[in-house]
Every structure is written in C-alpha cells, then in structure tokens.
C-alpha cells in the first residue's frame, strides 16, 4: 500500500478520522493496530521479523537501563546487522567467495536459501540500533509501555523507507494528545500534494529517460548520455525526498513532526555540506553511532580521513550488495577527503581572485561542482555493474555530441519534455526560495484565494500530467528496495 496508491488514499483519512474521535487513551494502541495493518499489506512474510524486533527491542531497552552492559549491547548491535547482512548480503557474500576461489582453481557453487528481505527492515532496525545506543549512553530513557515502543518501531507513516526515528523525538510525541488542528492539516496536506508532484511529474519522467539512456548508451550522443545521468541525479533526489515529503505530511497532518529529511541538498557548496542535507536521518545516524564512536575527528587528521572512508563504505554497503555501491560509497568519501586536503590551494585561489564568499559567481562554480560530482557518483549507483557504470561515463566524452533520434528517442512523447522542463523549473524556485524562509508557510499564511489556487494548481497538474499507465509504477520508489 503505497502513498499514491488508492488503498492508502482510503486508509490514512479513516486512520487520522478514528484517531481524532478516539479517546485519548486508547490512540496509541489504535495507530499501533492501523501501522501493522499497514505494514501487513506490504507482505505477510516480513510481518514476523519486524515483531520480533519488536519484542528484541522492548526487553533489551529495559536491561539496559537497568544494567547498562557495554557487552549486551555489543552483542544487540551485532545481532541486527548479523541479520541485516543474512538478508541482504548472502547472495552477494557468496559470489565473492565463490570468484575468489575460482581464482586459486577451486570450484564452488553455493546452494544457498532463498531468503525474501522484510520491507523497511533497514529503517527499522537502524532505529532499534540507535534506540538502545541512546538508553546505554544515557541519553534516552527505556519507554516501558510496550504500545509506545513498539508504535515508534512501525509509525506507519516512516516505517518502509523513513526518515530514521530517534527515539528522544519521536517517543515523546506519543505521550501527548494531539487533537485536530486545523494548520497541521493543512500543512500536512500541502507537503504531501509537494510530494506527489515530485514524484509524478518529475521522478517517474525522468526515470524513463534514464532507463532508456542507460540501458544502451552506446545508441545515443554524448551530450544525451550526459543528460541522462544528469537527470538521474534530479531522479532520486525527487523520488526519495517526495517519499519524505509524503511521510512528514501524513505524520504531520495527524500532529506529529518528523525529522527532516532533505534540505535542498543540489544547493550544497561541498560534498560535505551536501551530505549535511541529504538523507539526513541517515547521515545523522552514521554520525552519531558510526564517526564519533571510531573517533570523528579528535585523533587526528590521518585518522579523521580514514573515519569518513570507513563511513561512506559502510553507507554504500548500506545501500546495496553491489560493488557498485561500494564505489559510490568510497566516491563520496574520496571527494571530502580530497575537498579538505585542497581547501588551503581554494582559499589561495580566491584570495588572489576577486569573488567574494557569498557572491553568486562563486555559489554557483560550487554548486555546479557539487551536482557534477555527484552525478558521477549517482551513475555507478545506478548501474547494476561495474562495466555498465564505465560504459555509461565513456559514452559521456565520444565525439559524436547528440544521436539523430533527438530527444524523442530518449524515451518519452515529445509533448511530455515541455511539462518535465515546467515542472523542473518549479522545483528549482521552491528550492532557491527555501533558502530564505519555509515556503509552505509562506503559502499557508497567504490569502485563502492564493492558498486554494496554489492547491487546486498542484492537483491538477498531479492528476492532468501526472505519470500514469503502462511504463509506470508511482508505487515504486528506489529507496523502498534498501
């Protein structure tokens, strides 16, 4: 049951509708019931490791406040990514070994079970880990009703791809009473009608453009090779934030405020600030258990470096059980490492320049590096293989620049490039504007005419040039396979 699908559409207003008209007392066991009706409908299968987590979880916390046992959460912590990494890195696992072999003229072939990965398992388990991380280190208190433990575990809004809770936001919520309020709604609605603009007339657009491109690129010019992967970077970021959009807007509708997931990251000015607003839920967490446990920054330069590649592995590993995750991950350490390396020659550089650091000159030069290299990254995360990646980059400097098929043979109708260039454009002014303030407060706070034209504009443009039919699935988002 997606965010667009017509079951969801049905099930969240009869959700918040008997929320608001229960009694205060019995909403909690109420969400709990509606999250795993939820959760059941993306797979009775996955049901049973995410109960059992549950359970793991709730005792665990109640020990460990108790006896704060740095070997009990030792073992916690090993066991969920023991069993992350049954699910999802066995197959992967095995076909190392077995190449390796090979090498050395050994013969193997695994027999190995066919394992189906639980939805969500990575977002739930991630917030079980810094659930019992934060009550061994006293930052948090173990939550001895088990509704509310088990509610901040499947909130149905985040559960399948997040944003990852925190238990010290999100726990509190449940003790209190959220009544009907009339601007959360509203609010609540606008960032998920934000969402569904995004993925309907951007991502779901742009995905077949780059489908069709990657798929062969070796058929088209350079120039549309390198649009392709340039509108893949475009691609996730609108397919994943619109997932987040949809979730804070459904939370926020029923009163709940979620973590913010994005925050204009192609606006970043270095890859390191651009992983300061992308997948923040994520990035936070890898912070909070990962770098500052191996020493952030405190032990050294070499030490710090070796801290962020070791971050950023384990982040591409996170992500998928490719090799091509794994080169996406350490590109992305590789470029902070070197941006910090090369930051005294940059600051050289623009001392003998006039730009001054807040120019636009200037803004713009790191922007457009920051989507440049990370479009080069995003193409391995892309490509199932590590020959497909390279294919894709080599056909990017060919001398033949655009192939005579033109942008119709780049997959969509040529009267859809008008509509994705319309609303591309649209996303980039919501986005240049949120640097000076929240603009759907700012619609919020308008006129009621300007708010309903700015909603009725939205809808209609989900529903007259949204991506619909054969070819696409508006159920489909790409973190929900992670």
Known sequence: MGFLSAGYLAFFPAVALVYFLLPGRWRNGFLLLASWFFYLCAGVGSFPCLALTTLLTYGLALRLEKHPSRALLCLAVVGFVAVLGVFKYLDFGATLLQQALALVGLDWSPVLPRLLLPAG????????????????????????????????????????????????????????????????MREGLLRFLWGAFKKLLLADKLAV??????????????????????????????????YSDMAVGSARAMGFTLTENFRTPYFARSIAE???????????????????????SRRGVVRKYLNVLIVFTVSGLWHGSA???????????????????AAPARDRVRAVLPLREDGLLLRLWQMGWVFGLATLAWVFFECPTIPAALAVLRNMVKPVLWDVGGLSAMGLAPQEFPVLALALALLVAVDALSQKGDV???????????????????????????????????????????
């Open 121 to 184: 398992i990575s977002f739930y388990f991630f917030a079980a880990m810094g659930y019992l991380i934060d009550i061994y280190r006293g930052k948090a208190a173990a939550e001895r009703n088990f509704v509310k433990c088990a509610l901040f575990l499947s909130f149905f809004p985040y559960l399948l791809s997040g944003p990852i809770g925190r238990a010290g936001e999100l726990l509190p919520q449940f003790n209190g009473l959220h009544n009907y309020d009339d601007e959360a």
């Open 209 to 242: 453009v780059v489908d069709t491109v990657f798929a062969a690129p070796e058929r088209f010019g350079a120039l549309q090779v390198l649009l392709a992967a340039c509108a893949f970077s475009v691609q996730i970021y609108c397919d994943f934030s619109a």
């Open 274 to 296: 651009f992983w300061r607003r992308w997948h923040i839920s994520l990035s936070s967490w890898f912070r909070d258990y990962l770098y500052i446990p191996l020493g952030g």
């Open 323 to 341: 090799v091509t995750f794994l080169v996406w991950g350490l590109l992305n350490g590789l470029y902070q490492v070197v941006g910090a390396l």
């Open 440 to 482: 759907a407060q700012g619609v919020l706070k308008a006129p009621w005419w300007q708010r309903w034209l700015v909603y009725l504009a939205l809808l209609l443009a989900v529903v007259i040039f949204g991506s619909y039919g054969t070819g696409y699935d508006a159920q489909s988002f790409i973190y929900g396979q992670f």
